[in-house]
Each structure stands twice: as C-alpha cells, then as structure tokens.
DNA sequence: GTCTATAACGGGATAGAC
DNA sequence: GTCTATCCCGTTATAGAC
C-alpha cells in the first residue's frame, strides 16, 4: 500500500477510536509507519488528511447500507437485513461519532459529509418504506419519513447504550425493539408471534 | 456561588460542548473565573473534577426523567412525557456524550456513572411499559425491556440524527416515529388517528 | 485559599538537507 | 518523497510565596 494510503487508513482508524480531537499527526505518522515529512507532503495538515478519511469512511458506509436495501423482499425483510448486518457495536459508528467532536462540527468541509451521509440513509430508508406501504405491505398510517429517522436513531442510540454498558446487549435489544414495534404494522405480519 | 461549585458547574459546561479529551484545566480556570492554584487545592486534577461534574449531571437527568415518569397516565402517556421533554436538541445528551470519548471510557471510575445512568433509565422505562401491559394498556406481546432500549436509543440516536443535520428536525422525527409505531400497540389506541 | 512562577511534555506545523 | 531539526504554543500539572 502507498504511503498516502496508510495514512488515510491510519487517520480512519484513529478518527474511530479516538475521534478528530483525540488523534494526533504524530499518533497517525506512527500508525502509518511513516515519518512528518512525508505525511506533510502527501496532505496540507490534519484537516485535510481527516477530510479524505471521512469522506472514504462514508463512501463505505454508504455502500454497506445500500447492499442491504437493494436486495430482494419486503420493505420490512430489508429494513431488517439493514439493522442486522454484521457491526462492531462497541466500537460505534465511525461516522457517527464525529457528530460529537466539535472540531469536526465547527469545520463545514468536515462536517458536510457526515450531514450529507445521514440525510442519505433517512432518505434511503424512508424511500424503501413508501414502497413498502405503496405496496400494501405496510399500515398506511405509518409516515415513511418519520419510521426511517427512527430506524437510523435506534442504530445511533443502540450504539450509545452498547458503548455505556461495555456490552453488546442494549444495541441487539433496540434493534430487536423496533423490529418488534415495526411488526405490527406489517399488514400480513401477525402481532405476537 | 463558591469557588468549587464555580469550577463543577464551568467543567459540566465544557463537558457538555467539548468533551473530556477536548475540554482543558485552563478553560475551566477561565470559565469559573479562578486561578491554576485555586482549582488544584480544591480538586487534585482533572479527572477528580471530571467525576464531580459526571456524577452532578447524571443526578439531575436521572430526577429530570423520574419527574415524567412519576406522572399519573398510561404508560404511553408517561413515555411521551418523558421523550417530548424540552430538551436543548442540538447539544446533545451530556452524558450520552461521553460515550464518544476515549478518556472516559478508559477509566472505569468515570464511566461507571455513564454506565448506571442507562442502566437505570432502561430498567426504568421498562417498568413503566411493564406496569401498562399489566393494566392491559398495552399489547402482551411488547417486550418491556427491548421497548424500553429502542425508546432511550431514539432519544440518543436522535441527538446524533439532529447535530449532523445541524436542525432539530430529525429528532422530531425520530420521536415521532416510534411514537406512531408504540400507538399500534396500545390496545385501546387508534391507528392512523 | 489564592496567586504567580516554573517545568516537562505533546500537538501541529515549517524548513531545508538529502 | 522522505528525513531530521526546529519552533511556538497549549496541556497539565507542581512549588512556593502571599
């Protein structure tokens, strides 16, 4: 792998464990294997290495997400495969998380991308769930926007209370929740089985 | 105000906007309007100050909470008290927060109070949820405690969904959403009411 | 109790040699 | 392209005077 390359990968990883703030040039060089100089040939400065980090970050988390809507079955089957996908819970959302680090939130550059990721994934889902009731699968009475901006809040806050407890379990039990919740509103779906 | 409450409540402050990793004695200092030696004979550093703040603030969310809860209602009713609580959106959760730093979670005498906040909070939605399916408010078939970790998660998830997007609407959303999907499942609720 | 000095260390970057 | 040297500043204290 290039040298610029482990050093976006290095920022990634950094940025998810320890977030912008708590990352260092230095600590990346050092992960990355490569020395100042080159990391301040490569990239004008932290910002612009985080900024390439993020957006790779967010492409990727994108494309994960859109593997799992675009597959075959009802509007609540995808949702569902989407919640489900393997994750590493207890290490959070790389990108959510930024949303959390006020110099990510006081740089727009930085900040465009995880807005722009978000309003995608409601968006994504919101659109998969109007399907969904479009096609008698779901309750009429259910908002499509609304639903999808609990989806992906049960996820972001599912992280929270993984991360709180040191365990898994709050996560699986929000999902499993909502999923729970969402099954009554499947016209075909029987309540309590 | 004296010089120690002075400095906890200047800590709870930056806590809130910055983060343990992102906040510094000297801000602190500023903040509370009193000097490096001030602060250092009243607390033996950072992480002592750090914990007084964390345990002040999860108090009060935790009495926060309890006063919506303690409410007389169905347990819907006490749910949506307690989610459409003002709250200031675009902040954050002060203690949610902490979840995100890396500083905190390392030291399990600072993350113990991050941890029992949402232990206490869940275990005691579930029991408001449990209290209603007993009085037959509510669907049999709800699971209490996986409810009551979707409900905290939209609350957290929301915070998240609403500081990308950097407006409150998201939120809103989030918690109106499982508000819809909660109504099915109230046994004398209406569905598209 | 509060103040000022001092210090060891790391963050974030620039300069110029190689 | 990569390296080492250098720089300035902020962090997180400690020491001791007042």
Redesign the pocket.
Request: net charge positive; proline share 12%; glycine share 16%.
């Given at each position: 792998m290039?040298?610029?390359e482990r050093l976006i990968e290095s920022t990634r990883e950094l940025l998810w464990e320890r977030g912008y703030?708590g990352?260092?040039?230095?600590?990346i060089?050092q992960r990355a294997?490569?020395?100042?100089?080159?990391?301040?040939?490569?990239f004008?400065?932290?910002?612009d290495l985080a900024l390439a980090a993020i957006r790779r970050t967010a492409e990727e988390l994108r494309a994960a997400a859109e593997e799992r809507f675009a597959v075959p079955g009802t509007a609540v089957e995808r949702v569902t495969a989407y919640l489900r996908r393997e994750r590493e819970v207890l290490k959070g959302c790389p990108i959510g998380r930024l949303t959390q680090d006020p110099?990510v939130m006081a740089d727009p550059v930085l900040r465009a991308p995880v807005d722009e990721t978000f309003a995608w994934l409601r968006a994504r889902i919101a659109d998969v769930l109007a399907e969904g009731r479009d096609r008698g699968e779901l309750d009429a009475g259910l908002d499509p926007a609304d639903t999808a901006s609990t989806v992906v809040a049960v996820l972001q806050g599912g992280y929270v209370l993984a991360r709180a407890a040191g365990s898994e379990e709050p996560f699986r039990r929000a999902v499993d929740g909502v999923l729970g919740l969402l099954a009554a509103h499947a016209t075909t779906g029987h309540r309590a089985d």
């Open positions: 290039s040298t610029p703030v990352t260092s040039p230095k600590a060089q294997g490569a020395g100042q100089g080159s990391m301040y040939h490569h004008s400065g932290k910002p110099d």
